[in-house]
């Protein structure tokens, strides 16, 4: 039997169940998008998209589903003790896919200290400013005018599975010409004494000069095999600033298949920053349009990946207009029996005259074991362009080893510095000071083995 075929029985068993404890803006889009999935199925490697991930293959295994929103037994404001210095952050958590509410974290207080968290960190949020932070049941009508827009269920498998099963998301609205001076965090959760399969939804909407930076971040508690999908519709506005990152530290059992949309108006500034340490299997697909004049897009990312585990990045870059700017940088270092991949496509259309493009993937493999797939991709079709993209595939710098060991350094701290340095480049595409320092410190410690989780804190890291 395909694997779709379970899913399309449990919808068809279970719609009313789905409808009844899911949010309205998501209950308009069901319908339609479990067509669209019943047409398309799950993606696999004979799609050109997904030949380096089979995607299919990972929704084989049989994982439950909450479709009842059931409280999970965690309490995040215990078991997460983030302890990154200097960064101060607006806190929010994700538990497996529901947003995490005060209502539901006040019952199970046992402090003042808790409650006073609670208060300055609760769902909703509304700012004084007009900044918006909740549940998808909590701002429903401005969900619906924005929902799935961007995330087209038409021609993407996945997309179309986690529409049709999606039952809440974290929406974040920043009105016009507001900055919002603190980052928010986002912790995303997984907990689950059983496989367990979640379905995230993200919607992210910047009105015209409005600025804002957001760092989302992965762990599981529980070292139960989990399959995570996610859909993330970003809307920046004219002269709007948004920084997005993302940083992934769960465990070997863990399967994250995550589809970015983003829409960029005129004179955007836009920096997306996905960051692997410790994972199962990660597919991230990112798609940009670049839709207004001078709009800029700094598109990264880094992979550290051991064992057996699986990294696969794909961006697409649509330059749809004339004069924007995009600069794309990718970074794998592979060790053991780890494999990468990497598919980048720019594509410029016609009449998008003087857009400046570049992409770079640079990917070092430690052992002959380990194996990268690289695929950039140019589509051109103005006279008056730059655009550049390159990649490269190597192993440590035997010199540069016996170089150091000359002058006394150890072989192993020899490669980890040479790892290090490697990467280094794309975590100082951070433009969050204390963020920056503190990722340097977490690549560190993943290279040298050690766990990347903060002093205290109960997060499985590894």
């Not at 990497?342 to 016609?350: I, K, S, T, Y």
């Given at each position: 039997?395909?694997?779709?075929q379970?899913?399309?029985?449990?919808?068809?068993?279970?719609?009313?169940?789905?409808?009844?404890?899911?949010?309205?803006?998501?209950?308009e889009?069901?319908?339609?998008?479990?067509?669209?999935?019943?047409?398309?199925?799950?993606?696999?490697?004979?799609?050109?998209?997904?030949?380096?991930?089979d995607?299919a293959?990972?929704?084989?295994?049989?994982?439950?589903?909450?479709?009842?929103?059931?409280?999970?037994?965690?309490?995040?404001?215990?078991?997460?003790?983030?302890?990154?210095?200097?960064?101060?952050?607006?806190?929010?958590?994700?538990?497996?896919d529901?947003?995490?509410?005060?209502?539901?974290?006040?019952?199970?207080?046992?402090?003042?200290?808790a409650?006073?968290?609670?208060?300055?960190s609760?769902?909703?949020?509304?700012?004084?400013n007009?900044?918006?932070?909740?549940?998808?049941?909590?701002?429903p009508?401005?969900?619906?005018?924005?929902?799935?827009?961007?995330a087209?269920?038409?021609?993407?498998?996945?997309?179309?599975?986690?529409?049709?099963?999606?039952q809440?998301?974290v929406?974040?609205?920043?009105?016009r010409g507001?900055?919002?001076?603190?980052?928010?965090?986002?912790?995303?959760?997984?907990?689950?004494?059983?496989?367990?399969?979640?379905?995230?939804?993200?919607?992210?909407?910047?009105?015209?000069?409005?600025?804002?930076?957001?760092?989302?971040?992965?762990?599981?508690?529980?070292?139960?095999?989990?399959?995570?999908?996610?859909v993330?519709?970003?809307?920046?506005?004219?002269?709007?600033?948004?920084?997005?990152?993302?940083l992934e530290?769960?465990?070997?059992?863990?399967?994250?298949?995550?589809?970015?949309?983003?829409?960029?108006?005129?004179?955007?500034n836009?920096?997306?920053?996905?960051?692997?340490?410790?994972?199962?299997?990660?597919?991230?697909?990112?798609?940009?349009?670049?839709?207004?004049?001078?709009?800029?897009?700094?598109?990264?990312?880094?992979?550290?990946?051991?064992?057996?585990q699986?990294?696969?990045?794909?961006?697409?870059?649509?330059?749809?207009?004339?004069?924007?700017?995009?600069?794309?940088?990718?970074?794998?270092?592979?060790?053991?029996?780890?494999?990468?991949a990497?598919?980048g496509l720019?594509?410029v259309?016609?009449?998008?005259?003087?857009?400046?493009?570049?992409?770079?993937?640079?990917?070092?493999?430690?052992?002959r074991?380990?194996?990268?797939?690289?695929?950039?991709?140019?589509?051109?079709?103005?006279?008056?362009?730059?655009?550049?993209?390159?990649?490269?595939?190597?192993?440590?710098d035997?010199?540069?080893?016996?170089?150091?060991?000359?002058?006394?350094?150890p072989?192993?701290?020899?490669?980890?510095?040479?790892?290090?340095?490697?990467?280094?480049?794309?975590?100082?595409?951070?433009?969050?000071?204390?963020?920056?320092?503190?990722?340097h410190?977490?690549?560190?410690k993943?290279?040298?083995?050690?766990?990347?989780?903060?002093?205290?804190?109960?997060?499985?890291?590894?």
């Amino acid at each position: 039997m395909k694997p779709e075929q379970q899913y399309i029985d449990l919808y068809t068993q279970a719609e009313a169940l789905l409808r009844a404890h899911s949010a309205a803006p998501l209950n308009e889009l069901r319908a339609r998008a479990f067509a669209d999935f019943e047409r398309l199925g799950f993606p696999t490697r004979r799609q050109e998209d997904c030949k380096y991930t089979d995607v299919a293959q990972a929704f084989e295994p049989d994982y439950g589903m909450n479709l009842k929103r059931l409280q999970m037994p965690v309490n995040p404001y215990e078991v997460f003790k983030c302890d990154v210095p200097n960064m101060s952050t607006s806190l929010f958590f994700v538990v497996n896919d529901m947003f995490y509410s005060a209502a539901s974290y006040k019952l199970q207080a046992t402090s003042s200290d808790a409650e006073e968290l609670v208060t300055r960190s609760s769902s909703p949020v509304a700012n004084a400013n007009g900044m918006l932070i909740g549940s998808f049941r909590d701002y429903p009508e401005l969900v619906s005018r924005y929902l799935g827009t961007l995330a087209d269920t038409s021609n993407d498998g996945l997309t179309a599975f986690n529409t049709a099963f999606a039952q809440d998301g974290v929406v974040l609205y920043v009105p016009r010409g507001v900055v919002v001076e603190k980052p928010i965090q986002l912790i995303n959760i997984l907990r689950s004494t059983v496989p367990l399969l979640v379905n995230r939804r993200v919607l992210i909407v910047l009105e015209d000069d409005a600025q804002a930076r957001l760092l989302v971040c992965d762990h599981a508690m529980d070292e139960v095999n989990f399959l995570a999908t996610q859909v993330i519709e970003v809307f920046v506005g004219r002269n709007a600033t948004f920084d997005l990152y993302e940083l992934e530290e769960t465990h070997t059992g863990t399967t994250r298949l995550s589809n970015l949309y983003v829409r960029q108006e005129a004179g955007s500034n836009v920096l997306l920053n996905g960051m692997t340490l410790t994972c199962g299997t990660t597919r991230n697909t990112a798609r940009v349009l670049l839709a207004g004049e001078q709009a800029t897009l700094d598109l990264c990312g880094m992979a550290i990946a051991d064992q057996n585990q699986h990294v696969d990045n794909r961006t697409v870059v649509d330059h749809a207009v004339p004069s924007c700017t995009s600069r794309q940088l990718y970074k794998y270092v592979l060790d053991d029996h780890a494999t990468g991949a990497f598919a980048g496509l720019v594509l410029v259309r016609p009449g998008a005259q003087h857009t400046d493009a570049r992409q770079t993937n640079r990917n070092l493999c430690a052992t002959r074991d380990a194996r990268m797939y690289t695929q950039p991709q140019l589509e051109i079709y103005a006279d008056d362009v730059k655009c550049s993209h390159g990649a490269t595939v190597g192993q440590l710098d035997n010199q540069a080893l016996f170089y150091m060991q000359q002058r006394g350094i150890p072989l192993r701290e020899a490669r980890l510095l040479l790892m290090f340095a490697f990467v280094g480049e794309v975590v100082d595409t951070i433009r969050l000071d204390a963020l920056r320092d503190r990722l340097h410190h977490l690549v560190e410690k993943r290279f040298r083995g050690e766990l990347g989780r903060c002093r205290d804190c109960k997060m499985m890291c590894k």
